[in-house]
C-alpha cells in the first residue's frame, strides 16, 4: 500500500513538473516573439536612420573633405604671404636703390 501511495506522489510530482516545465516554455516562447519583435523594429529603426545619413552627406561637407578643402586654402594664403614678403623685400629694395642715386650728385 505503502509503495502505491509512493508512486502516486512520484506521479504527481512529475506532472507537477511537467506541468512547471511547460508553463515556463510558454513564458520562454512569449518572450522570444517580444524579443522577435523588438530586432524587428530596432532593424527598420537602423534603416531609417541609414537613409537620414545618406541625406545628409548630400547636404553637408565630411568632415574629410572640410579638412582637405581647409588645408588647401591654408597652403594658398601661406603660398599669398610669401609672395607678399618677396614683393616687400624687392620694394625695399628699390627703394634703397632710389635712395642711393638721389645721393649720388
Known amino acids: 500500500m505503502f509503495e502505491r ?3 502516486t506522489a512520484i506521479q504527481l510530482t512529475l506532472v507537477a513538473l511537467l506541468a ?3 508553463l515556463k516554455l510558454v ?4 518572450h522570444t516573439a517580444v524579443l522577435r519583435e523588438r530586432l524587428v523594429y530596432q ?3 537602423i534603416e531609417s536612420l541609414r537613409r537620414e ?3 545628409w552627406s548630400e547636404l553637408y561637407y ?3 573633405d572640410a579638412d582637405r578643402e581647409i588645408g588647401s586654402l591654408r597652403d594658398n594664403v601661406r603660398r599669398t604671404n610669401e609672395h607678399v614678403t618677396e614683393l616687400d623685400d ?3 629694395e628699390l627703394n ?3 635712395t642711393d642715386l638721389e645721393k649720388t650728385p
Open 5 to 7: 501511495h509512493l508512486q
Open 20 to 22: 512547471w516545465a511547460g
Open 27 to 30: 513564458t520562454l516562447g512569449e
Open 43 to 45: 532593424g527598420e529603426q
Open 53 to 55: 545619413l545618406r541625406e
Open 62 to 64: 565630411r568632415k574629410t
Open 90 to 92: 624687392r620694394v625695399a
Open 96 to 98: 634703397d636703390r632710389i
